[in-house]
């Protein structure tokens, strides 16, 4: 006889887990039985007493449980772990996401069954980000199974410090195995190289999501002045000239560093009509709109501007005044590449506050593309929680 713990949901709450939703927030359970440590194994019950799902408990989180099988008997262990992990790497194969020498998501939460980790590939370096107590916990488990199977030069684990707060994790980020990475580590995308800060680095060092975007918006800047507002570490900047054909490149970041870095990366491919600039993204739009600045096209990828539905009113008023500033600086004809990682802000949100800006600016807006983030970063039908990246490619008339 089973002694996991049980965890019971409220009347009417049950659907979603049936439906194989893989997050059981606090609001929707009704009692715990056995009093489970954080990270046990527990099965999640109906309130009529049916078996609906197995998962792990975290009473640190306002996601108290996450699913991960819907087979009854099917024990979280190291088989388990295994089989997930083999299946999320069989799928990076098949995209062919397997260059030794590029880089790639590797597991992707929720996407690929494992809620709460991230596993990403630079080369021959791995970095794995628990975004879940409950998988921190794991962590002793799991990357002895990725050794295993991809043999890689060394395994860094890295935490988000917001994240870590709303699971109650204490973990740092550290060298679990193997080599340590250096401070800069060398990729290959599309043919570019780039230098990766793994460590120091925004996310766990490079914006893989947009991998497949900065080609498709390289399409459409051959003969263009470009200006790429958020640049980090010159992804977009460097394609634009490389694939793309850009007459003038300019890249605009806050950080210091990021700055850096794009300099670098410039320089180590022999890119000489790009440069790079510090500064604050509005102040400096705003500045050259003053100045009777054009560009052919502007590409504005910034960081993430709220991270519940409580925020996203703000948010959307920052999105419209940034994307605003740069219709206002493209000229006739102009391409405007914009994002939001934002997972609260809707594509239909995003859209709205594109027609509100068309509407301020008296500039007809066409989308041309609507993409979202790389296929080895795939979305589960029943997480759709996951699908947060929105990158929408618009001429400005």
């Not at 790639?104 to 630079?122: I, K, M, Y």
């Not at 021959?124 to 962590?139: C, E, I």
């Not at 301020?360 to 996951?386: F, G, M, Y």
């Amino acid at each position: 006889m089973s002694t996991t713990a049980n965890v019971v949901v409220k009347p009417h709450k049950a659907g979603p887990f049936f439906g194989r939703h893989p997050w059981v927030l606090d609001t929707a359970i009704a009692r715990v039985q056995c009093s489970p440590d954080d990270g046990a194994e527990v099965e999640l019950l109906s309130d009529k007493g049916q078996w609906i799902a197995r998962g792990l408990f975290n009473s640190r989180s306002r996601i108290r449980v996450r699913l991960y099988s819907w087979t009854a008997g099917q024990a979280l262990d190291v088989a388990f772990w295994s089989t997930r992990l083999q299946a999320a790497l069989d799928l990076r194969r098949q995209l062919a996401y397997d260059d030794p020498d590029g880089a790639a998501r590797l597991v992707f939460s929720e996407s690929d069954g494992l809620s709460g980790l991230v596993v990403d590939r630079f080369a021959g370096h791995l970095v794995v980000q628990p975004t879940a107590l409950v998988m921190a916990k794991r962590l002793d488990e799991i990357v002895p199974i990725l050794v295993d199977m991809l043999r890689p030069t060394g395994v860094t684990v890295r935490t988000e410090p917001a994240t870590a707060k709303l699971e109650g994790m204490e973990l740092e980020s550290r060298q679990f195995c193997g080599k340590p990475p250096e401070d800069v580590e060398f990729i290959t995308e599309h043919g570019i190289r780039y230098g990766v800060q793994m460590l120091g680095g925004q996310k766990t060092g490079f914006y893989l999501d947009q991998r497949e975007n900065r080609r498709s918006a390289a399409h459409y800047v051959r003969g263009r002045r470009v200006l790429d507002v958020c640049c980090y570490s010159g992804a977009f900047s460097l394609a634009a000239s490389v694939l793309g054909g850009a007459k003038e490149v300019i890249g605009l970041d806050a950080s210091k560093s990021a700055v850096a870095l794009a300099q670098a990366n410039a320089q180590l491919n022999g890119v000489t009509n790009v440069r790079f600039e510090t500064g604050d993204c509005f102040r400096s739009l705003q500045e050259r709109v003053e100045r009777g600045e054009r560009f052919g096209a502007v590409v504005l990828d910034p960081p993430k501007f709220v991270r519940g539905r409580r925020g996203v009113a703000e948010a959307l008023r920052a999105y419209h005044r940034l994307n605003h500033l740069a219709v206002d600086l493209l000229e006739p004809g102009g391409i405007l590449v914009t994002c939001s990682c934002s997972g609260s802000v809707t594509r239909e949100d995003f859209a709205s506050m594109l027609f509100g800006v068309a509407v301020k600016s008296r500039r007809e807006i066409q989308i041309l593309e609507q993409r979202s983030a790389a296929p080895d970063h795939p979305v589960s039908v029943t997480c759709p929680e996951n699908q947060y990246l929105k990158c929408f490619i618009c001429r400005v008339v």
